[in-house]
């Protein structure tokens, strides 16, 4: 019977290595490494798109002919639904449903096949205040090598909530190789990157996990984005503006390579498949030095 994570804070990694300067994470068991496959975490503010970045993103991946997994991260269990049309049940649902006996479960419960083959599989969480989320992440990775899930996946795309950074939700940056951050030209889009390039800086310590670069989202510029990476040493990989054919794609329960052609599609289609094609090739890791939060009010904005 698989138990749930009731540790003090404590005896969290306590006789262990450190995990990253005052982090009290638990490290990640070495018998769970994905394998083979490029393991790409998606991070963002919360509401600023990681999702539909996430699900274009692994369609760009299959239609490049790789055999992609996508990992929703979130209680709310919508990273998955352009690709399967309906919410899907979560790990953690499917574990309870047999009172946490996870020998009872056939892959088909918790794996389900997406649009154009992308296997989505949604993680979910405990429920609020109860739990780490870190365990559910652990579990999902778990069940998908006991399954060899895992053995003929080319790609697999961790779809992470929101900008939370604490020890749980940091998790999948320990099965990460590249961390992507998604962000639009705000404040508090930068603000929340610059936070999340502390998480990835302090995992990247004990992890091979390390930084890709990033996704300007929901923006037609990119003055502000682009000051705060010359100052930190980041990189923007991919843009993609605030069109209207995005929002009515997520209402449509729909990705955008299933939505009628127009020449403004186009063009973000074929940036998805730039950007699939680039993070395969793969790229130098980003050594970005994160700011002090007053630095970077001052920074921003217009003069």
């Not at 209680?75 to 309906?86: C, E, I, M, R, V």
């Not at 405990?126 to 895992?150: I, N, S």
Request: charged share 25%; with cysteine; hydrophobic share 40%.
């Amino acid at each position: 019977m698989i138990e749930t994570a009731t540790i003090p804070v404590g005896a969290i990694g306590r006789g262990r290595r450190p995990d990253g300067e005052g982090s009290v994470q638990v490290q990640l068991d070495p018998n769970l490494k994905i394998g083979t496959a490029k393991v790409f975490a998606i991070y963002g503010k919360g509401g600023i798109g990681k999702s539909t970045t996430s699900s274009n993103l692994s369609v760009a991946f299959s239609k490049l002919g790789k055999r992609v997994l996508q990992i929703g991260c979130d209680p709310k269990h919508d990273s998955t639904f352009t690709l399967t049309k309906k919410l899907m049940p979560t790990v953690i649902d499917v574990l309870e449903s047999v009172d946490f006996h996870a020998e009872e479960l056939r892959a088909e419960d918790f794996v389900f096949p997406g649009y154009n083959g992308v296997m989505c599989v949604e993680a979910g969480g405990p429920p609020a205040g109860t739990g780490c989320g870190g365990y559910v992440v652990g579990q999902t990775v778990k069940l998908l090598k006991e399954h060899h899930l895992l053995d003929d996946t080319d790609v697999v795309i961790f779809d992470v909530l929101g900008d939370v950074v604490c020890g749980g939700f940091a998790a999948p940056l320990q099965h990460a190789d590249r961390a992507l951050i998604v962000t639009a030209n705000d404040f508090d889009s930068i603000f929340a990157m610059n936070r999340i390039v502390q998480a990835i800086g302090a995992k990247a310590k004990n992890y091979q996990v390390r930084l890709g670069g990033v996704i300007a989202n929901r923006s037609a510029a990119t003055d502000q984005i682009d000051k705060f990476n010359d100052r930190i040493g980041l990189k923007t990989m991919a843009h993609f503006p605030d069109l209207d054919v995005i929002r009515r794609s997520r209402l449509k329960k729909s990705t955008l390579f299933e939505m009628d052609p127009s020449p403004e599609l186009e063009a973000v289609q074929k940036e998805y498949l730039r950007l699939a094609a680039a993070l395969w090739v793969g790229s130098d890791p980003l050594s970005a030095v994160p700011m002090k939060d007053r630095d970077i009010f001052d920074l921003l904005g217009f003069d």
